[in-house]
């Protein structure tokens, strides 16, 4: 049953791929989404036996490095956190599937978009039933590639390359760091299976090496290294600015990345990694402090945004800020609980997002939409359950995982937990507010669109409404279902050893006792943002404008995402082209060709050139040239003869 969930969409992949033109778009389609459906309910079944029944699995497919004493196996490793992350991803990934047989339908190359979709499943879930560190490198270098082909999928659109190629090299950044990570820990412990590792470091608790003159933690060396890796796939502050850019792939893509695969994948990662993470304070607490400030950063970028898809898109950099501080003070548990409930509201407001955008002609300005919620009200209500999770509103998924975060923010004690705690709640007002100032922009007010529009709007096909029904599902019921087992009172037989928590870390036990004015916080911070975002776009539409005028550079700003990509540009990619066009003008043409092979070259044949003008074809002058050369042959006697 394992190895049919992880292989039927691979399966799927080749078959869309390589025979897409034979079977046709039906026929691709048909392929694509039996696998996954068929994979996401055997990860239904898997998630009761694994976490239910408390069992683990071990599944060795076969050898696959063996170099002397370096021997890596491909092995699944299905445990309780395995089991949720595969029914995050192959539910996720089909109803993406089955909404793009709708959202597509126009597209002239739908096999190649299955494939690609099919591709990223399973790339998604080698990474997380790795039982090593290789095999967990193959499925993170997998959806990186498999990202690259999506987002750059309608590659005749410069903006969708560019991003493609901004998403790729930015998270080669990360995916540095986590390389050197794995061949740090290979060097340490000697060792990257999970199990050897983990079991060996409390061992290396204190142990330091010599860097520049310094001694520096092992183990917090590793832990920064790793997260570095998570920082790029998952886009934490710094390197986040590919995550917005990739909304120039299709809809449905976006469904995909955003909620619950490719930017997961680091919140998985460092979850798996508990048992090295507990033994290293510092780290914690430099995940606490990025996780902290990407939640503020992300949901303050999102207030002014104008683009449908961007403003979901920086609602999911600041929930993974969220999930990371969890970790952070952690509470991992908690951090997986929230990925989870996460994955279905924000999958569903990206749907959402894509019928709307579906219903008006393509368009993905908010302020060319208004007054829609009367021509589709399917999307309106669904758009509306994505929002009350999102905003954490009782008893919709996101309020018990997201303020489960913030209580034990608080709970931990700590300073940058204390710091982690106001950031989140200012983070909640900011997502209130920019929540239903999407919900207000788009379905309320006057409609902006030209007649021609409007006259053209319609609720999309059921083949693009029952995902979303199915995720408004999830939104609305998983928070409530999953609570007990997942953070409750049974959450340790339900993770069993899959999350290692330190026996000093009682952090999952202090959460549930923290004062009442804390627990209400991020509910008074929900209502606050919502009733100013009624304020300014329902009653007193005026209010927007005016302060945009008003604070025009903070408005400034923050529609230019404080500023990064263009301090990026002026600090690395500026000088990175200016080092490399000397390099090619003067070091590779000038001096490499200038004096190697052009000039070499060059000189032969202006020699050879001026040597054949001594070939006229006339005797006498061949004459004359012997009787100089003799000449010159009698000189040189003589006078060589005389000393």
Known sequence: MYVLIVFLPFVAALIAGFFGRSIGDRGSQLVTCTAVIISALLSWLALYQIAFLHTTEVIELLTWIDSGDFDVSWTLRIDSLTAVMLVVVNTVSAVVHVYSIGYMSHDPNKPRFMSYLSLFTFAMLMLVTSDNFVQLYFGWEGVGLASYLLIGFWYKKPTANAAAIKAFVVNR?????????????????????????????????????????????????????????????????????????????????????????????????????SPIFEYSPDALMFVTVIGASTAFFAATVGLVQNDIKRVIAYSTCSQLGYMFFAIGVGAYPIAIFHLFTHAFFKALLF???????????????????????????????????????????????????????????????????????????????????????????????????????????????????????????????????????MVGDGYEAFWGEAIFLNPENHIMHNFHDVPGWVIAGPLIATALGILVAFNMYIRRTDIPVQLAKTHAALYQFLLN???????????????????????????????????????????????????????????????FAMLLGVAGFVSYFFFAGGH
């Open 351 to 485: 749907l959402g997002a894509g019928s709307v955008i579906h219903s008006v002609s393509d368009e993905q300005d908010m302020r060319n939409m208004g007054g829609l919620w009367k021509h589709i009200k399917i999307t309106y209500a669904m758009m509306w359950i994505g929002s009350l999770a999102l905003a954490g509103v009782p008893w919709f998924a996101g309020y018990f995982s997201k303020d489960a975060i913030i209580e034990a923010a608080f709970a931990s004690g700590t300073d940058v937990g204390l710091y982690a705690f106001w950031m989140g709640i200012a983070a909640a007002v900011l997502t209130a507010f920019y929540s239903w100032r999407l919900l207000f922009m788009t379905f309320h007010g006057k409609p902006r669109a030209s007649k021609e529009v409007m006259d053209h709007v319609h609720e999309s096909s059921n083949v693009m409404l029952i995902p979303l029904y199915v995720l408004a599902v999830g939104a609305v019921f998983a928070g409530f279902a999953f609570y007990g087992p």
């Open 173 to 273: 950044v990360g995916d540095f760091g986590f390389a050197l990570g794995i061949m740090g820990i290979y060097l340490v412990f000697d060792s990257v299976s999970f199990d050897d590792v983990f079991s060996a470091a409390p061992s290396q608790v204190g142990q330091t090496f010599e860097f520049l003159g310094y001694q520096v933690d092992i183990l917090t060396t590793l832990c920064l290294l790793l997260f570095v890796g998570a920082m790029g796939k998952s886009a934490q502050l710094g390197l986040h600015t590919w995550l917005p850019d990739a909304m120039e792939g299709p809809t449905p893509v976006s469904a995909l990345i955003h909620a619950a695969t490719m930017v997961t994948a680091g919140v998985f990662m460092v979850a798996r990694c």
């Open 561 to 623: 995402k404080w500023y990064f990509d263009e301090l990026y540009d002026f600090i690395i990619v500026r000088p990175s082209k200016a080092i490399g066009r000397f390099l090619w003008t003067f070091g590779d043409g000038k001096v490499i060709d200038g004096l190697g092979p052009d000039g070499i070259a060059g000189r032969v044949l202006v020699l050879a050139r001026r040597a054949s003008q001594l070939q006229s074809g006339y005797v006498y002058h061949y004459a």
